[in-house]
Every structure is written in structure tokens, then in C-alpha cells.
């Protein structure tokens, strides 16, 4: 297909397209004539996977030409792939620790013990753990052992969960983009099914009588 | 003490103290003169939960006034207590899901049926995962039943965590505070767990060669 197809087919603007030429995140088409090329579904693919780093994971150009890198690398294996479209989405969350580091961390030990994860000690997501924890920490809302026990048990489900979400096989530009995709959005998603599952729990615990097991709901106009 | 001692325990000014005492939120100290007052324990506490659901949850005052009343009026339950606090600070996340309406909500309805949630029809969190999955449909990442129900299994999981950090008894200022902070940090930090997880079960299927028994993390320079 010409670039005026693949601009309509991937809703990338033409001048956008012929931007991501020049920076080399989309490779040339096959020439036709000194001014005119053929696109073929992979130029498609890859303006999905792009458009998903831009557009859901808000990376800057640099960063997705580094995960696109990755990407196309033969030697890179598909982890190190997943690992570095996932890192470039995670922020540390600043370096709150401060007074309670060594109490983010111990509680850090808790949840990776528990759940027995294997994890670089430079993964973003550790700082951006501790950076929390020691919040929880500072506003008098260090959560117990069992708490910390739980909420590693939910995240090691919910990426048991995202694993399974990714193809088999070798579709190396598929995984990263479900990845980010997944990872981003699944952030939103698990927020709000988190909420669901509280209200159903608290239920449970504090309008025993409510929460019944014959499948009907809660009267919603005891709530909001 | 005198407001002058409320606000340096508190850490909130004494102008804005005197705001929410004019506003209602803050209940009135015993008149010691016609010009001063003594505050007790009560005012601090209060002033940590208004302090948690403006800085934390970032809610203006008329929300902030909303939820304070559900807390302050005897004849509502611990339920619905928490209820309005974690509503309060619960976004639909628009109404996004248009020609996905209907695959959303048959995905939301595989993950309710599966974990055995009971929830009011008018939780704003079971808008905003419709919304979520909705888009997620549309970017062509449509989970799987497999992926959405160990999800739904995350959610209920963390949930639990949540409601065990919620103290025992009636302390329902100290029940809304923890629901509050625990809910939005609490995203924060499953976000942050679930990449750490993501690394591990990654590593597990395509190194399998590094996910060992052993204890021993994975070698830091191979990702990121």
C-alpha cells in the first residue's frame, strides 16, 4: 500500500508517518520510484505498537525508540523485551522513603518472600514499592504482615493474569504491545475491580445480612 | 490545648483551621473566654481525616463536608461509611465505552460471577472498568476469560487485604481514614507490585533457565 493507505488503515498522520521514517522507528518501505514506496503489514504493526507507546504508555520519542531497539534486536529474548516496554512505563515514584525506608524495605521482604519473586534490585517498581510504603508509614497506616501478605498474593495473580494475556509464540511487536497496553490500562482496570470487590467485602463483614448467596445485589440506595 | 498548639501538632494552619470550623467540618472546642476555645484530642483526629481526604484524596471541601456527615451521623452504619469515602474518591473514568458497551459488561459480568461479588448497580467503579475494558476492546487487547477471572481473583484478593487493615470496633473516623489512604496509595503501590510480579513470572517462562529455587535474584544487567 501507498503511505496515504497506511495513514488511513493506522490513523497516523501522514507527516507523522514520514516523521517516524526519519527517526528510524518505522523501517522504509520497499522503493518503487525515487519518491514513492510500499508499505506492507508490518509497517501497520509497527505504527500500532508506536501509537500504543505514545498515545496509552505517554513515552517520549527517545524512550520508544529504546524499547523499539529492543524490539527488533535478535538477541535481545522476549523478557529482556517485555522488561524493558514495562520499565519504560514505571515511574520510581520520587525518593519519598526518608525516615521509613528501612520500614518500606522490610515490608518490601515480606510481599517478595511471600509471593517468592525473583527481581532485578534495579526494577523501577521496587523503588516506586518502597516509595509508597514509607508513605503509608509516615501518615500512621503501616499495614500488617497479613495485609502485606494479601495484596502480594492479588499482584501476583493479576500478573499471573497478564502473562497468560500474552501470545505464545514469537510475535515479538504483539507481546511488548499487549504488555504496555496491558500494564497500563490494567492499572485502571484493577483500581476499579478493587473497589468493587471492597464494597463486597465490606458487606460481608459490616451488613452480614446483606450479602446474601442467592446472586441478588445490595439495594443500591443504601450506598452514595 | 489552644489552636495555636492544635495546629502545630496538626501540622494545618491556624487559618485554615478556622475555615473548617466555620465550614462546619471541624467540630467547635470548649469556650474558655469569648475569644478562646480548647481543643482535645477529637480536633486532632478529625483534622487528620480531613487532611487525608483533601491532600490524599484530593477532594474539595463540599465532598470532603460529604463524607464527614455519613461519619458523623450515628444512623449510618460502618458500611456505608466506607462506602461514601471510597465513592468519594472513585472516578467512572468517563463514558468511554460506546461500541464496547456490551463485550465490557459481558467481561465484567465473568469476573463478578467468578469472585461472587455483590455490589450496587450504582458503583461508580463498576463504570470505570466497563470504561476500561471497553478501551481495551478497542485497542484490540481483549482479555481472555482466563486472564479476566485471575484478575477478578487479584482484586477480591487485595480487597481482603484492605478490609483486614481496617481496625476492628468503632472507630469509624479511624475506619474512614484507613479506607481512604489505604485505597489511593493502595493503588499505587498494586500498580508497583504487579510490575515486580510481571518481572518474576516473565522470567519463569521465558528464562526459565534463571527463575531458580535458590533465592537468588536474577542478574540486574540483563533487563532495563
Chains 1, 2 share one sequence.
Not at 522504509?28 to 498515545?55: C, F, K, M, W
Not at 517478595?112 to 509508597?132: D, M, Q
Not at 514509607?134 to 500488617?144: C, D, F
Not at 497468560?164 to 504483539?174: F, L, P, S, Y
Amino acid at each position: 500500500m501507498r503511505v496515504s493507505e497506511l495513514s488511513r488503515s493506522s490513523g497516523v498522520p501522514v507527516a507523522t508517518i514520514k516523521y517516524y521514517l526519519r527517526e528510524g522507528l518505522l523501517h522504509r518501505g520497499a522503493s518503487t520510484s525515487p519518491n514513492q514506496a510500499r508499505y506492507d503489514e508490518s509497517h501497520l504493526r509497527r505504527l500500532r505498537l508506536i501509537r500504543a507507546l505514545v498515545e496509552v504508555g505517554g513515552l517520549p520519542i527517545a524512550t520508544v525508540k529504546d524499547v523499539l531497539g529492543a524490539v527488533d534486536d535478535p538477541a535481545t529474548g522476549m523478557h529482556e523485551v517485555l522488561g524493558r516496554t514495562v520499565y519504560a512505563i514505571t515511574g520510581t515514584g520520587g525518593d519519598e522513603a526518608g525516615a521509613f525506608a528501612d520500614a518500606a524495605e522490610a515490608d518490601v521482604r515480606v510481599m517478595t518472600a511471600h509471593a517468592g519473586w525473583h527481581v532485578s534490585e534495579r526494577a523501577p517498581a521496587l523503588a516506586g514499592a518502597r516509595s509508597v510504603l514509607a508513605r503509608l508509614h509516615e501518615l500512621g497506616q503501616a499495614p500488617g504482615d497479613d495485609t502485606l501478605r494479601l495484596w502480594a498474593e492479588a499482584a501476583d495473580r493479576a500478573a499471573e493474569g497478564d502473562l497468560r494475556a500474552i501470545a505464545h509464540g514469537d510475535d515479538r511487536e504483539g507481546a511488548a504491545e499487549t504488555a504496555l497496553i496491558g500494564t497500563v490500562l490494567g492499572d485502571a482496570l484493577l483500581a476499579a475491580l478493587r473497589r468493587i470487590a471492597q464494597e463486597s467485602h465490606s458487606a460481608a463483614r459490616f451488613r452480614p445480612e446483606c450479602a446474601r448467596a442467592d446472586g441478588e445485589t445490595m439495594d443500591s440506595s443504601t450506598i452514595g
